[in-house]
Nanobody
Framework: QVQLVESGGGLVQAEGSLRLACVVS????????MGWFRQAPGKEREFVAG????????DYSDSVEGRFTIFRDNAKKMVYLQMNGLKFEDTAVYYC????????????????WGRGTQVTVSS
């Protein structure tokens, strides 16, 4: 059984930084494409960033490009999301996801999900 657990969320002031982490147990982590999604109150879950199994390919939504960085450590079975220059509109629950489609931006393209970690940015 594949399980994903996120950590690192919290309250931060605008222009601040946070690093989210996601640890994966079960399955073969190095074979998974990993992604980060977020969902704000009253809004649909949206793609934030994705990374290929090797880490050689990364993809970002326009809203976070240049501010967020996704990276992974296959030996530790972890994926991270470094978030800099946080804005009020980045406030959301952030979810880690695992799948097998490189470049997937839809939630349906991922097979396993964590329970999320709350990020709140104060203006």
């Amino acid at each position: 059984q594949v399980q994903l657990v996120e950590s690192g969320g919290g309250l931060v002031q605008a222009e601040g930084s946070l690093r989210l982490a996601c640890v994966v147990s079960g399955g073969t982590f190095s074979s998974y494409v990993m992604g980060w999604f977020r969902q704000a109150p009253g809004k649909e879950r949206e793609f934030v960033a994705g990374i290929s199994w090797s880490g050689g390919y990364t993809d970002y939504s326009d809203s976070v490009e240049g501010r967020f960085t996704i990276f992974r450590d296959n030996a530790k079975k972890m994926v991270y999301l470094q978030m800099n220059g946080l804005k009020f509109e980045d406030t959301a629950v952030y979810y880690c996801a695992a799948g097998r489609r490189t470049g997937a931006r839809l939630a349906s393209g991922y097979d396993y999900w964590g329970r999320g970690t709350q990020v709140t940015v104060s203006s």
